[in-house]
């Protein structure tokens, strides 16, 4: 928790209160949105916590890339994905790893991560100022820390070798 607390506090908060839909002011809220995940992933390098990559299409709307979990000193890797919803950042994204679905009931459709009745009232309370990068570190990295763990022990995924292209 404390962990937490640290980093969130060193993860910039946006101030434009604009979703893709607004034309005018969504590109203002883009930049701050890049300006805080750069931010964000700077401070996971210098902390030795790197665990995630991700871009977005031109329009900021679609994000994709990949985020990792090591245990018992193996890379667990799987791709990421999340479209900006239209009533962003009111609502929250909803974040998936297409890959894992079905694999836990913590779980939608589609691959979408459950997020706790605890993170849903926090992000309303916190808006416009939480964005992508609040939503991976109080979403996307708790879910995995507490999931891919027991996922592994219980045999549900398997750690694959990287292929090497040469």
């Not at 709307?61 to 999340?82: H, R, S």
């Not at 459709?109 to 309370?125: E, V, Y």
Request: charged share 25%; hydrophobic share 35%.
């Amino acid at each position: 928790m404390e962990n937490t607390k640290k980093a969130l506090s060193s993860i910039p908060l946006l101030k434009t209160k604009a979703g893709p839909r607004d034309v005018d002011l969504w590109p203002q809220r883009l930049k701050e949105e890049y300006q805080s995940l750069i931010q964000y992933v700077q401070n996971n390098k210098a902390a030795d916590n790197d665990w995630f990559r991700l871009e977005s299409n031109k329009e900021g709307t679609k994000w994709f890339g990949k985020c990792w979990v090591f245990q018992n000193q193996l890379k667990y890797e799987f791709d990421i994905e999340f479209d900006i919803p239209v009533t962003f950042p009111s609502t929250a994204p909803e974040i998936a790893l297409p890959e894992l679905d079905g694999k836990t009931a913590k779980m939608y459709r589609g691959g979408k991560i459950c997020l706790s009745d605890h993170f849903k009232p926090l992000w309303a309370r916190n808006v416009p100022k939480f964005g992508i990068s609040h939503a991976l570190a109080l979403g996307l990295g708790p879910w995995l820390a507490v999931e891919i763990p027991d996922l592994i022990s219980k045999g549900v995924i398997q750690y694959k070798e990287k292929e090497e292209n040469n």
